[in-house]
Each structure stands twice: as C-alpha cells, then as structure tokens.
T-cell receptor, first 113, second 115 residues
C-alpha cells in the first residue's frame, strides 16, 4: 500500500528564517509528487508538483522542492518565510494516471514575528 | 472560473442522525473526489467518480456512507446513521479527465460535528 510520511507535525520558525518541511513516500515505481497548502478554514491549493524531468521544482510563493529518488523524499523548502506562510502543508503522492492522491498527515508551519 | 462549490459549510448533528453534503465541481471536470479530513490528519479518499461512474470506493464505509453523481456533474455524499468518529471536514475535489497532471482543485469543505 502506498504511504506518505511527514516527519514533523509542527514546525515553528521565525519570520525571514529558512524552512524545510520533510516528506518521504513508499514506492518502488514511478510516482507523481505534490505539495498542497491549506490556510485556515480554506480548501487545499497546489503549491508545486513533480511529474518528471528536473528534480528541483519551483512553486508559488517562493517555495521549492527537490525529488530524491534514492531517498524516496520530496522535501519542501523556502529560503525566507513570511508571517503569511503560516498554514498546514500536505505532501501527496500519486502512483497512476488517474490522479488519485494519497496524502501525508500534514505539517503545521507556524511563522513567528 | 468558478471553483469547487460545497454546502453546507458547517453542520452539527447528533449521533444516529443523517446528513448530506453537496458538491458542484469546476465546469468540465470529469473526475470528482470526496475526501474525509479528521482533525490533525491528512485527507483520506472516500470515493472517486469519473463522470457518473465510481472509480474507487474501497475506503468508503458502505454500511453508513453513500455517494452519488447521477448526471456526471454535481455529487452528494450522505451519512446515515452518523457516528461520533464521523466528525471531520468533508472535502470535495475535481480534476479534468486526461490532464494527467495530478492537480486536484478543492472546495472549502463541509465541517461536520457529531455530538
């Protein structure tokens, strides 16, 4: 069965500091990888995705992620966070062309002034 | 472009009562999903439709949950009878057939509290 592990349930960080949110997945086949963000009382929206090609993927709001096949990881990074980045971040994986996603448990990013 | 619409946004019921949630996907999106998001957890897929057919409902508790998408557009998710553990946000999402990009577009969700 496919699974996604987000190792940190909460990540507190000061404004303008860098941040990395970790994501590992279980798979021995090709995967599509995603990061979604959920602001309070809102639905999820796509931050970025890896389908193929370059392993470094850039998304919205200055976020980027790197696909590492040997470590089965897809960690999300931002060099300098803002208060407005405070939200829940979900890593997700799809193993087929049917777009069905399996989500990790989420990481709450808390940016402090 | 209008997004995924869901209603109601909030619902409070007592256990053993029934509840229904409605979802209208983005126009033209053939695939529709219902996810359950329990507080502190990631979304879990309940059911996936492609047009009006079910693609995957393996994680839908069929003794109490049902879902339909009769005309291949909007969809209804019903819970009857509700249990305390059904308290969660029910997220509807849609995607376009053949896009193969994996991007799902989510509604704001329907928050259910079962007392």
């Amino acid at each position: 069965a496919q699974s996604v592990t987000q190792l940190d349930s909460q990540v507190p960080v000061f404004e303008e500091a860098p941040v990395e949110l970790r994501c590992n997945y279980s798979s021995s086949v090709s995967v599509y990888l995603f990061w979604y963000v959920q602001y309070p009382n809102q639905g999820l929206q796509l931050l970025l995705k890896y389908l193929s090609g370059s392993t470094l993927v850039k998304g919205i709001n200055g976020f980027e992620a790197e696909f590492n096949k040997s470590q089965t990881s897809f960690h999300l990074r931002k060099p300098s966070v803002h208060i407005s980045d405070t939200a829940e971040y979900f890593c997700a994986v799809s193993y087929n062309a049917g777009n069905m996603l399996t989500f990790g448990g989420g990481t709450r990013l808390m940016v402090k002034p | 472009e209008a997004g995924v619409a869901q209603s109601p946004r909030y619902k409070i019921i007592e256990k053993r009562q029934s509840v229904a949630f409605w979802c209208n996907p983005i126009s033209g999106h053939a695939t529709l999903y219902w996810y359950q998001q329990i507080l502190g957890q990631g979304p879990k897929l309940l059911i996936q439709f492609q047009n009006n057919g079910v693609v995957d409902d393996s994680q839908l508790p069929k003794d109490r949950f049902s879902a339909e998408r009769l005309k291949g557009v909007d969809s209804t998710l019903k819970i009857q009878p509700a249990k305390l553990e059904d308290s969660a946000v029910y997220l509807c999402a849609s995607s376009s057939l053949g896009a193969n990009t994996g991007e799902l577009f989510f509604g704001e969700g329907s928050r259910l509290t079962v007392l």
